[in-house]
């Protein structure tokens, strides 16, 4: 109960934190619009302000009144505001933080024109002396103003990031962990099976020199010589694997002669590796032998005492495919990716670790390829393997 209460206590403040982040998150986004906002307002305020003062320049040449040196000092001054002056005929009589190249170009003065006039709505600046004598002025927005709009969502991004990358670190660090758990229990499994193993071939060397039925002690033989390729094979989890080029004919025909006597009475395997000409692909024999065992034996389980296995070689330019096809119960589509997920298992017992350590057998060792080429419910499944081929 008390882990329970925990759990719960857990999960309200990962909820209190989420809330917490999402409140300051709002609360800055606001914060910094609200700014955005007022400099906006300041802006605009500044260009009218400029308006107005060179208004009042033209009406003192017209008066001949002189000018006001105050006006004369807000004229002078260069904001950081970019804008581009036009008469009635859009004809560029003065600009400001615009690039000469777009001002020298037609097309691209007037798509600048278009762009600060969505910024900001024209100024017109009607002078005393005729209606046809007007000045436009578009402006847009400072390089400051711009960059208070988007600080926060910068702000958002560089946050998630650094989220993100610390989410990756911490799931690697993990993952190190639990692969170094797995690597040290299969090397202290395969110790630990290491002395049974040659204890039992001293009982069967003994066995061969009894009076005894010489044909189960080379069936015997062949189990204990299997265990120890089992031995080898979680001995080499974790250490170099070199690959070595070899006849895939041969190698899964060992792995296929094995299973026949096994197999249940109503179940035939059947195998055309030895009557095509043989493929070459680079593998470590024990553990690529490994894959394919653990295939026969869940298609073994889905027939479930009844049916057939096709174990077929084929190849082409470049790869080499070896299926492995029942007549068996099936898959589901909606977890034909999923089968090689560690834990994942439809058996009543069973870990879920077998076809998830021949993907990783295949494609983190071979550098091949391992999925479901077919499987329907009620009719079978077919799981293939590619690899690279090679060429002596």
């Known amino acids: 109960m008390f882990k329970f209460g925990g759990k719960i206590l857990s999960f309200r403040k990962r909820i209190i934190a989420i809330v917490i982040g999402v409140m300051l998150v709002t609360v800055s986004l606001l914060f910094t619009n609200d700014m955005a906002r007022r400099l906006r307002e300041k802006e605009q305020h500044e260009v009218t302000l400029w308006v107005h003062a060179m208004e009042r320049v033209m009406s003192d040449v017209m008066n001949d009144t002189g000018n006001d040196p105050f006006i004369r000092d807000i004229l002078s001054q260069r904001n950081n505001i970019p804008f581009i002056i036009t008469n009635q005929d859009l004809k560029v009589l003065r600009s400001h933080l615009i690039p000469e190249e777009i001002i020298n170009h037609p097309d691209h003065l007037r798509e600048k024109i278009n762009q600060l006039a969505e910024e900001n709505t024209p100024i017109t600046i009607q002078y005393y002396w005729g209606q046809d004598h007007r000045h436009i002025i578009f402006y847009g927005q400072s390089r400051l103003l711009k960059t208070l709009y988007w600080f926060p969502y910068i702000q958002l991004s560089v946050m998630a990031i650094f989220i993100l990358m610390g989410f990756i670190a911490f799931r690697s660090t993990k993952q190190d962990e639990q692969n170094r758990i797995w ?40 189990d204990l010589a299997h265990l120890m390729k089992i031995v080898d094979r979680f001995s080499k989890i974790g250490s170099d694997t070199p690959l070595t080029p070899k ?32 493929v070459k692909a680079c593998i470590n ?17 889905a027939l479930q005492g ?23 119960k099936g898959i589901p589509k909606s977890n034909w990716k999923r089968i090689f997920e560690p834990g994942f298992t439809t058996k009543t017992r069973g870990w879920g670790l ?3 350590l021949s993907r990783r057998i295949v494609e983190e060792y071979h550098e091949g390829k391992i999925g479901v080429v077919n499987s329907e419910p009620g009719k079978g499944t077919d799981i293939r393997i590619t690899l690279k081929r090679f060429f002596d």
Do not use: C
């Not at 025909?253 to 059947?270: C, H, K, L």
């Not at 009844?306 to 068996?328: F, L, P």
């Open 285 to 301: 024999p024990a553990l690529f032998e490994w894959v394919v065992e653990n295939l026969i034996k869940n298609s073994l389980d």
């Open 183 to 222: 690597i040290g229990l299969a090397k202290e499994t395969a110790h630990q099976l290491g002395t049974p193993t040659s204890s039992l071939l001293g009982w069967i060397e003994y066995l061969r020199s009894q009076p005894v039925d010489q044909n189960a002690v080379d069936e015997m033989n062949k």
């Open 306 to 328: 009844q049916g057939r296995i096709d174990v077929i070689i084929s190849s082409d330019d470049k790869h080499v495919m070896i299926d492995i096809k029942d007549t068996g």
């Open 354 to 356: 077998g076809l998830s």
């Open 247 to 278: 006849n895939i004919n041969e190698v899964v025909s060992e792995t296929v002669m094995y299973f026949r006597p096994r197999a249940p009475r109503n179940v035939t395997i059947d195998y055309n590796g030895l009557a095509i000409a043989p």
